[in-house]
């Protein structure tokens, strides 16, 4: 099968782009994690957890690969900045005309545990909604926010998915959701798959889901901060994703291990701190082996594919959790 082309989201980053830059996206960023937002109402200045890299490549997304075939899931928005790069895309894409309504946004929008993201919001309440409601003032016709806990949830199986953002897969019960209700929603040759939680440590498992469907899915790229996106070839059956949800511990670190062999060097070191943290719990001794495999330093010369800051970063808190763990049990 011939490999997917997507469309080159690079030239929506300044420092990426040189001569070829296009400054259609109105998200500016002044430091990492940090962004100023074009609105009718001023520049509204908002953290986001996304990457520049990664908030170019959702609005390219929607502007340069979206055709309206399906709706566009925004899973996981918080303050909504990346919700922001979608309804841009979408306003800036000329080949489609129905565009009410086409971004499902989903969000407890709770400042609680979310650090210094949401530590000067959410002050009246402790709810961010009105704040992400105020970055996409603009685009209040393009997005259908649903507040409140997915798990209570359910989408509409006769609307198919094409654009799947998914920074939402917080446990294994919202991961098994997303597959359940999502997966079998989407179109083969069509549907983009963003799985934003995928170099990263803490989600062990959408590392896991995506190599146990692997034939399912054309991986197109690895963003930094900690996407893998992909273009769906097969929709995933329901027998398929029942028989990944049965599975246990020990085949799902095989799948693991799997995803770490078959991984560009720079991300298999972070997802072999993944596999650690996945076994703190379980297996102390075995993730302190993992653990010590880890190769810090393991980096790419393209900033975009480079995670080992990630490494570093996920290896120590890996490496805490550890040994409190250890304290805890004595062993
Ligand atoms: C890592 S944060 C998302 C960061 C965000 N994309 C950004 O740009 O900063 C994960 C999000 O998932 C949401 N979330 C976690 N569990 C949820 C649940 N059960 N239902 C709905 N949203 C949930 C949190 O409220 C949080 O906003």
């Known amino acids: 099968m011939a490999k997917a082309t997507t469309p080159d989201w690079r030239k929506y980053v300044q420092f990426l782009a040189g001569s070829s830059y296009d400054p259609s996206l109105a998200i500016a960023s002044p430091e990492f994690q940090v962004y100023d937002v074009r609105t009718s109402k001023g520049i509204q200045r908002v953290r986001s957890m996304l990457t520049h890299y990664e908030i170019a490549l959702l609005y390219s997304a929607a502007r340069d690969w979206y055709n309206g075939s399906g709706e566009i899931v925004d899973a996981g928005p918080l303050l909504g900045v990346g919700t922001r790069a979608l309804a841009q895309g979408l306003a800036d894409n000329p080949g489609v005309t129905r565009k009410d309504k086409r971004i499902w946004s989903f969000d407890l929008w709770l400042a609680a545990g979310l650090g210094h993201y949401t530590a000067d919001r ?3 309440t402790g709810s961010v909604f009105e704040d992400f409601l105020s970055v996409n003032e603009d685009f209040r016709n393009e997005i259908h926010s649903s507040p409140g ?3 209570m949830m359910t989408w509409n199986p006769a609307l198919p998915i094409e654009i799947l953002f998914i920074d939402i897969s917080k446990t294994l019960e919202l991961n098994a959701w997303i597959l359940r209700q999502w997966f079998p929603r989407l179109i083969p040759g069509r549907s983009l798959v963003l799985q934003q939680d995928y170099v990263y440590f803490a989600q062990w498992w ?7 469907f692997r034939d399912d899915f054309e991986l197109l790229g690895h963003v930094f901060g900690a996407t893998a996106y992909y273009l769906c070839r097969n929709r995933p059956s329901i027998e398929k994703i029942n028989a990944f949800l049965g599975l246990g511990q020990q085949e799902l670190m095989a799948l693991l291990d799997r995803a770490i062999a078959g991984a560009p060097p720079s991300v298999a070191e972070v997802l072999r701190c993944g596999k650690a943290y996945a076994l703190v719990p ?8 993992t653990l010590a495999q880890v190769r810090l330093g393991v980096g790419h010369d393209d900033p975009v594919q480079n995670f080992s800051a ?4 996920n290896a120590e808190i890996v490496g805490n959790v550890l040994a409190a763990a250890r304290s805890r049990f004595g062993t």
Do not use: K, N, W
């Open 206 to 212: 959408v590392a896991a889901t995506m190599e146990y």
């Open 310 to 313: 990630i490494t570093a970063s």
């Open 282 to 289: 379980v297996d102390p001794a075995a993730a302190a082996a």
């Open 122 to 124: 959410g002050q009246q």
């Open 149 to 151: 806990d997915l798990m």
